[in-house]
């Protein structure tokens, strides 16, 4: 039986944490390459300043390393630098006082705009339906943004992105159902370019 190419990477991102944790560098570097354009991409939703957003995903995978073998081995690499990137841009965006409050990461604000590739569909119709679908989405509050994002643009499961926003798994699946229930009130045809969601990397 052939396994699934999802399986086998889910196979490998556990083998490298594993050796990472160990201190394997090779598997330290290739978690890097593998995820560094994914984590600039999700930081960017945080924050228009792209140095700044490199510089705490620097920050997040130089502490990785510091402190590997206190790593649990039994996590997912994928959620884990997510997560991690998210929490230090909220706490740089403290210090650089766009904040008032707390470090909390409720104060993020989900800033990526969805731009599903004209490209991708030759037919006009369609063409003109996902560029209605693209302000829908980007008319949403920032979290179900978010949730979306993380949903059908990362691949993510309804637990996996709960971790991340450090919220129940109800809250998160409740955030989600608002957001589609909101695309299907105001274009009812919108599940027949659900799939672009899932934009290319």
């Not at 995903?57 to 990137?85: G, T």
């Amino acid at each position: 039986m052939i396994e699934s190419s999802e399986h086998i990477k889910v196979i490998d991102d556990e083998l490298l944490w594993k050796q990472l944790i160990n201190g394997d560098e090779k598997a330290f570097s290739n978690l890097f390459e593998k995820y560094f354009n994914q984590l600039v991409l999700y930081g960017c939703s945080f924050s228009s300043n792209e140095d700044k957003v490199k510089d705490c995903i620097q920050d997040v995978f130089v502490d990785v390393w510091l402190y590997k073998q206190s790593l649990n081995e039994n996590i997912s690499p994928k959620i884990y630098l997510l997560s991690s990137v998210r929490k230090r841009i909220a706490r740089q965006q403290e210090r650089d006082k766009i904040f008032n409050t707390s470090t909390s990461t409720k104060a993020l604000e989900f800033l990526f705009d969805f731009s599903i590739e004209h490209e991708l569909i030759i037919d006009e119709n369609s063409r003109d339906r996902i560029s209605q679908l693209n302000k829908l989405i980007n008319q949403l509050p920032s979290k179900q943004k978010e949730v979306l994002f993380l949903r059908y643009h990362q691949g993510l499961s309804i637990d996996q992105i709960a971790e991340i926003l450090n919220i129940n798994y109800q809250s998160t699946s409740n955030l989600l159902h608002r957001s589609l229930l909101k695309l299907r009130k105001d274009w009812s045809t919108f599940i027949f370019i659900l799939p672009f969601l899932s934009i290319q990397n």
